[in-house]
């Protein structure tokens, strides 16, 4: 089966919010004018929240809201599916970073919470606001969305260094995994790995989109380079260093024939993993 799946890599702005989204929108209806499936946006798209001036609450808002229903209007109009995450306010006061899942006929299949937060009280290049405990909660749970692609999973930015997550949605019959992130700079080495290990270790397609260059009312800068990984963990698309879609054709098969040629899965010996459940 094949999938046409693109990434949305841009710079947020805090500033503007109206502006950020009204420019996603945009670029959502590129990748859906060129015949995407499945449309994945970076972290907290809508605005970081990274500065004194313009704090995370003020991007924040219910799931569904104004901007999942803009995203609901445009996976309707193209027929495809958009995941990204935002900052999401519940209705009993609390704070999420929230990956909602948007199926082509524009329902909220679910939602993915960050469940392993970016806490890096001792980096000196960062801001002592970067410490995201303080801003957010962290999610318990670890869904897996059924689509007419099949099962796809869903986390956030530093949660790609936890290789347990990618692991539990593969187990849980995951095929594709996107990745919603801003990754900061000037890792390039580390986001690249990982997402070649999670791939390659877990026989599945990885998605991933990131937040590029120098958000301006923080600048804290982030490496972009968006891309997909295949079962193998070949990168076979990635983005340039600007903003911009990038949209590729993947074949769902070659996750069998990977699977067939080392059946890794069946090779498990979870009896000796437990350390890792403690």
Known sequence: MKLTVATVQLTSDDRDKARVVEKACRMI?????????????PEVWTGLGYSDAHPFEAMAEPIPGPTTDALSALARRH????????????????????????????????????????????????????????????GDDLPVFETDAGKVGAFVCSDLRFPEIARVLALKGARVL??????????????????????????????????????????IAFVGRSAVIDPWGVIVATAPDRECVTV??????????????????????????GLIGQ
């Open 29 to 41: 209806d590129e990748a859906g004018g060129q015949g995407a499936d499945l449309i994945v946006l």
């Open 79 to 138: 027929g495809a599916m958009i995941v990204g995450s935002l900052y999401e306010k519940t209705p009993d006061g609390r704070y999420f970073n929230s990956a909602p899942f948007i199926d082509r006929d524009g329902a909220i299949l679910g939602c993915y919470r960050k469940t392993h937060l970016f806490d890096a009280p001792h980096r000196p290049d960062i801001p002592p606001g970067l410490m995201e405990s303080k801003k957010v909660a962290a």
């Open 178 to 219: 996107v990745c919603c992130s801003a990754f900061l700079s000037p890792r390039l080495d580390h986001w690249e790995f990982f997402l070649r290990a999670r791939a390659c270790e877990n026989q599945v397609f990885v998605v991933a989109s990131g937040q590029y260059g120098c958000e301006p009312a923080s600048g």
């Open 248 to 273: 590729t054709t993947i074949d769902l098969d070659q996750i069998d024939e990977v699977k067939y040629r080392y059946p890794l899965m069946l090779q498990r010996r979870p009896e000796l993993y």
